[in-house]
T-cell receptor
Framework: QQQVKQSPQSLIVQKGGISIINCAYE??????FPWYQQFPGKGPALLIA?????SEKKEGRFTISFNKSAKQFSLHIMDSQPGDSATYFC???????????FGSGTRLSIRP | ETGVTQSPTHLIKTRGQQVTLRCSSQ?????VSWYQQALGQGPQFIFQ???????GRGNFPPRFSGLQFPNYSSELNVNALELDDSALYLC?????????????FGEGSWLTVV
């Protein structure tokens, strides 16, 4: 049972462009939606997170857009840089628990 | 730097053997979780320990077991290894799981079963 669906599986963006990754969730009890960035050989690192009572959260070049009624959320990376090349995972969890449900990941490549 | 240290970083085991993976968390992090990440997939939750007691488990068989110690270290034990157990095993810790506290991941232990 895939509770968090993520797309696309892979994404190639030109330097300076906007990278967009989409996710959808099923369980309306989730109340915390983090995004993780993972470089090869490293563990996932928290990038940005949002709660469902907020429709958008921005931190630097990274923005989460959240649509509670559609049960969808997305990550936008503005002015994408080669250093952003990594695998990105959307996720969902209950804020009162540490179990994280991860999406299947998006391998992002930024072309110079 | 997440303050979560895992060992060993890489290891190779034979099918049927047993393996112990270790994790050292930040001081004060009394909640630790273990995840399995197969190649090209997202991490899958194995189980969680809070104050040395298991208090949540994913869809993994009993041959996956764990321990958490008072000094903020923990272990993941896997018995009767199978080829499909080959994966990156991640340890994650947090101060406590409430209010969406940040969960910190270690860099993982790569297990290859041959």
């Amino acid at each position: 049972q895939q509770q968090v669906k993520q797309s696309p599986q892979s994404l190639i963006v030109q330097k300076g462009g906007i990278s967009i990754i989409n996710c959808a969730y099923e369980n309306t009890a989730f109340d915390y939606f983090p995004w993780y960035q993972q470089f090869p050989g490293k563990g996932p690192a928290l990038l940005i997170a949002i709660r469902p009572d907020v429709s958008e959260k921005k931190e630097g070049r990274f923005t989460i857009s959240f649509n509670k009624s559609a049960k969808q959320f997305s990550l936008h990376i503005m002015d994408s840089q080669p250093g952003d090349s990594a695998t990105y995972f959307c996720a969902a969890r209950y804020s009162s628990a540490s179990k994280i449900i991860f999406g299947s990941g998006t391998r992002l490549s930024i072309r110079p | 730097e997440t303050g979560v240290t895992q060992s060993p970083t890489h290891l190779i085991k034979t099918r049927g053997q047993q393996v112990t993976l270790r994790c050292s968390s930040q001081s004060g992090h009394n909640t630790v979780s273990w995840y399995q990440q197969a190649l090209g997939q997202g991490p899958q939750f194995i189980f969680q320990y809070y104050r040395e007691e298991e208090n949540g488990r994913g869809n993994f068989p009993p041959r996956f077991s764990g321990l958490q110690f008072p000094n903020y270290s923990s272990e993941l034990n896997v018995n009767a290894l199978e080829l499909d157990d080959s994966a990156l095993y991640l340890c994650a810790s947090t101060q406590w799981a409430g209010s969406g506290n940040t969960i910190y991941f270690g860099e993982g232990s790569w297990l290859t079963v041959v």
